[in-house]
């Protein structure tokens, strides 16, 4: 690590350098946002006879030599409110969901990626759309997207491409319940990468506007994630305006195989909800002010710790789908059990080295 110390003072100068223009950079926004409104204040909502709920899903995985096996369980967790304080809190759909399990045959490690992406939003979903029927909520809240990411569409020659289709169909599902129901639907990420609120910024309003700074300030948004800039430019309780979530839906890998009515309607916007944590990125369908609504909502349910700014109810169903890795274990030897010390179930040689 000694010879590394040079190079990791350069990488360390670089990155302070690269931090420093943007907090310039957002100090510039925050001066001129009153000409271009790229964001605004929201108050926090009152949570009075509100009925949230989260949606979360853990995931288990092992390669053998012969087969591939999967643990998924989900659990949606319903927050009721009452003069801003939680009432009740359900769960569907136990407190102790049931494990999902599966075991595959000839997957390539491409297809199998898929599969266990797919295998999991599958539960998601479904569980969201049972969520609807049974607690009949004001807002669902989705742990991540509420439409796949395109690094999880399998190709159309994929064997995991028909199952992907289902998926899609079960989402539809999820949006007519949502639709039917008067319920609000919104995906809160976690850990965006994306860059697309710098680009609106790059195309719509650095191209108006002459300054000097104005090609370094292009160069630093084109190395710029969203949320590493927006944490600079936004404080607490404020809000970016939406966008759609692609710039040409019709286009996009994963939105063009969604109705048109639907790809068209799906935006989002980012939210700073906890005073010295990173914005939340939030897609939702968009319909008036439900934009508005949402984030109310999110700053009132979320930001309890200042470094931590994930709304409760999707803390709460985290918790309870996460599976430890002693679930897997417990799988095996069980499968080991009943089918006995079969070749295919050997362990990969990466995890049987003896040195």
């Given at each position: 690590m000694k010879q590394l110390v040079p190079k990791i003072k350069e990488m360390a100068n670089k990155i302070r350098e690269g931090e420093r223009k943007r907090k310039m950079f957002a100090e510039f926004l925050r001066e001129i946002n009153p000409k271009i409104k790229l964001f605004h204040f929201i108050k926090p909502l009152d949570l009075d006879d509100l009925k949230i709920v989260g949606i979360d899903g853990g995931l288990a995985k092992r390669s053998l030599h012969g087969f591939d096996c999967i643990l998924v369980r989900s659990v949606g967790?319903?927050?009721e409110y009452k003069k801003n304080k939680v009432k009740t809190v359900r769960y569907y759909p136990s407190k102790l969901p049931p494990v999902k399990a599966d075991v595959t045959e000839a997957l390539n490690d491409l297809d199998w990626a898929y599969y266990t992406s797919v295998f999991r939003m599958f539960s998601e979903v479904g569980t969201a759309v049972k969520c609807a029927e049974v607690f009949s909520p004001d807002i669902i809240l989705m742990d991540g997207s509420i439409v796949p990411h395109y690094s999880d569409r399998p190709s159309k020659t994929s064997q995991v491409y028909a199952f992907y289709k289902e998926l899609i169909e079960k989402y539809h599902k999820l949006?007519?319940?949502?639709?039917?129901?008067?319920i609000i639907l919104a995906g809160v990420i976690?850990?965006?990468?994306?860059?697309?609120?710098?680009?609106?910024?790059?195309?719509e309003i650095l191209s108006r506007i002459e300054h000097p700074s104005k090609s370094e300030a292009e160069n630093i948004l084109e190395k710029t994630?969203?949320?590493?800039?927006?944490?600079?430019?936004l404080k607490r309780?404020?809000?970016?305006?939406?966008?759609q979530y692609a710039e040409n839906p019709d286009e996009?890998?994963?939105?063009?195989?969604?109705?048109?009515e639907i790809r068209e309607k799906i935006?989002?916007?980012?939210?700073?909800?906890a005073e010295l944590d990173r914005p939340v990125r939030v897609d939702f369908i968009k319909n008036g002010q439900t934009e508005n609504k949402i984030a109310g909502v999110l700053l009132s349910i979320s930001g309890q710790h200042s470094g931590y700014g994930i709304p409760a109810p999707l803390i709460e169903a985290d918790t309870i789908a996460k599976l430890p890795e002693t679930e897997m274990e417990i799988f095996y030897s069980q499968i080991m059990r009943f089918a006995g010390n079969l070749p295919g179930?050997?362990?990969?040689r990466r995890e049987q080295r003896p040195f």
């Open positions: 967790v319903c927050f949006y007519k319940a949502c639709k039917e129901k008067g976690e850990d965006s990468r994306g860059n697309r609120f710098c680009d609106i910024i790059r195309k994630r969203d949320t590493n800039l927006l944490f600079w430019v309780g404020e809000k970016t305006i939406s966008f996009h890998p994963v939105l063009r195989e969604f109705d048109k935006h989002s916007f980012y939210v700073k909800t179930l050997m362990r990969l």
